[in-house]
């Protein structure tokens, strides 16, 4: 489905990603988890072609077709004058078809000209091909599952409210019926009733999946790889972000026990050797020893062992 390999990126000279490898097969749902500022975003929008990276390579795969791809901060288009169904429905490009199928129509009727006909028809085999005739009862579906029930489907999109807006963007881009979504915190716009829903509608989908969020529980109930960014580094591991955290537990626990043999022969050897012995035990300074544990993406909080700063920043 997606493969990136070798991966680097810097911005404003300051590096964000370096040397980063992970494939995501076709169904795979994956959590991108890392600290504030680690570089989560930066990292889809490499995916969507948003940010050009210094090295490395991203391959799809032909089935992948139209990305979803859902911004941290998402907002109604500007300078649409759809309204509100409309602009749902136009996530699968079905508005802008049903109007060339109406004008066809017309056309056809004036000409009868055999090149309209066939023009006219296949027309209406993509309208098929893209399930348009139950397309209203499936972007009804999800407006109400984002928690729009009670908006005017005729309103236009652009005099919504900001909130309002932000939900509608979600809806469309969850119409889609892409193979490949890349969400980035999209539990950030909606609300408890929505987040179960946006849940069922995400375990559901057999489309593959890089899901950015802090909300343990919600990736929990999704994922079945984590990929970790901090530091410029980025790690994949099986399991949902729960089975994460134990390990990087696990991690952190046997990272503070190397630590402790280290210091304990340290003091050994210069008790043996005559030289007073140190107050505090040596800090690591390997990078690539680091496993951090940060609260900061514990939605619980108290999960924090130990947090080292980056080498780099
Ligand atoms: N256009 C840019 N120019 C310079 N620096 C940038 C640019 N965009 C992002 N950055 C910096 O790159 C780093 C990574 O930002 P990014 O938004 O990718 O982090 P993130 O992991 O998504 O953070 P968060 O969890 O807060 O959303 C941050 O330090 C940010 O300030
Ligand atoms: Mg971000």
């Known amino acids: 489905m997606l493969s990136v390999r070798n991966l680097s990126v810097s911005l404003s000279g300051r590096p964000i990603i370096s040397n980063a490898s992970f494939s995501l097969m076709e169904s795979e749902k994956a959590g991108l988890v890392g600290p504030n500022g680690a570089g989560k975003t930066t990292l889809l929008r490499i995916l969507v072609g948003k940010v050009e990276p210094d090295e490395g390579r991203v391959v799809f795969s032909k089935k992948v077709g139209d990305i979803c791809y859902i911004p941290q901060h998402l907002d109604v288009q500007e300078g649409t004058d759809l309204a509100s169904l409309e602009y749902v429905l136009e996530g699968r490009g079905l508005y802008s078809l049903g109007v060339k199928i109406r004008q066809t129509e017309q056309e056809l009727e004036r000409t009868q000209s055999e090149n309209t006909l066939k023009r006219y028809l296949r027309l209406r085999d993509l309208y098929v091909e893209k399930e348009g005739y139950r397309a209203e009862e499936d972007a009804m579906e999800v407006l109400i599952g984002v928690g729009l029930n009670n908006i005017d489907l005729e309103q236009p999109a652009h005099t919504l409210s900001g909130g309002q807006k932000t939900r509608l963007a979600l809806a469309r881009m969850l119409f889609m019926q892409s193979g490949l979504l890349l969400l980035d915190e999209p539990t950030n716009h909606i609300d ?122």
């Open 192 to 313: 408890e009733t929505a987040l179960d829903w946006l849940t069922t509608f995400l375990q559901r989908s057999r489309a593959s999946m890089i899901i950015v969020s802090h909300v343990q529980d919600f990736l929990d109930r999704i994922i079945n790889k984590t990929m970790y960014l901090d530091c410029t580094t980025l790690r994949s591991y099986p399991g949902n972000y729960s089975s994460f955290l134990r390990l990087s537990e696990i991690a952190a626990r046997q990272e503070e026990a190397r630590q402790k043999q280290i210091a304990e022969e340290i003091a050994h050897r210069e008790k043996s050797s005559g030289v007073p012995p140190r107050a505090e035990p040596p800090r690591s300074t390997s990078g690539k020893e680091r496993f951090v544990n940060s609260n900061r993406n514990s939605p619980k909080g108290g999960r924090e062992k130990k947090q080292w700063d980056c080498d780099s920043r």
